[in-house]
């Protein structure tokens, strides 16, 4: 229990999955994401092959980056990440993220994130255990835990992820460390809640967010409580 309170304590942020967005208004949208206070934009990369859909890569970050400062959050669902980071980099990425479970050696692609001057995120899928990203939390900024398949937006949120969240919140205040909580799939006003008070921080929104009728609002509902 004694984590409802640190959590609280957390600063919370909420990162825009673009993959919700009507792409032929991207640059429309990323201005309301600015105007609605989103403090990150959520680009999932997938290359059909570690995910069976395939969504946009490198040209499409590239004129992203043009247009806005928000913080660019990549989330790479990709087979072999460290091939293509230091690109991701170039193109503008502010956090890279990549899974556990890709083919990549897991601490060469953190280091390689990290020297591009860009910051380091480790995913793990639902079937991936907590324990599993625990020696590499010295060297990261952020954790993700999928709390959905990747792959595709919409789907509904994996209660059993809870567990996970919370026992990597735990282990990085045990070591004293400074590293942010992301969950990502099927979060909305409710799953929020339950996801904050478990530990994490950045809370990945793409259906709820873009479905929304005031998204300044609804942003603001992922945040904190609305109850009281
Ligand atoms: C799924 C993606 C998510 C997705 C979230 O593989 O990584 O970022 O867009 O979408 P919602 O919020 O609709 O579950
Ligand atoms: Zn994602």
């Known amino acids: ?39 990150m934009l959520h680009f999932d990369v997938m290359d059909g092959i570690f995910v069976n ?10 004129q992203v980056r043009k247009v806005t400062d928000i913080t660019l959050d990549v989330h790479l669902m990709i087979a072999d990440p460290l091939k293509y980071v230091q690109r991701f980099a170039e193109s503008g ?16 692609t953190i280091k390689t994130i990290r020297s591009c001057g860009v910051r380091a995120a480790l995913a793990i899928k639902p079937a991936t255990s907590a324990e599993s990203v625990f020696e590499y939390l010295p060297y990261l900024d952020m954790v993700l ?38 969950v990502d799939g099927g979060i909305n006003g409710t799953t929020s809640a339950a996801v904050r008070e478990a530990g994490a921080n950045v809370l990945v929104s793409g259906s709820y967010l873009f479905a929304a009728d005031n998204m300044a609002e609804a942003a603001k509902a992922l945040k904190e409580d609305m109850s009281c």
């Open 1 to 39: 229990m004694s984590y409802i309170g640190r959590s609280d304590k957390l600063k919370n942020y909420v990162s825009a999955s673009v993959l919700s967005a009507d792409m032929l208004e991207l640059g429309r949208e990323i201005k309301k994401l600015e105007d609605n206070g989103i403090d």
């Open 53 to 62: 859909n395939i969504t946009f890569g490198l040209p499409v970050l590239q």
């Open 93 to 108: 990425a502010d956090i890279i993220c990549f899974h556990i479970e890709s083919d990549s050696d897991t601490l060469e």
């Open 145 to 182: 835990v999928m709390t959905v398949e990747p792959g595709f937006g919409g789907q509904s949120f994996i209660p059993e992820t809870l567990d996970k969240i919370r026992a990597i919140r735990q282990k990085i205040t045990e070591l004293g460390l400074n590293v942010n909580v992301e």
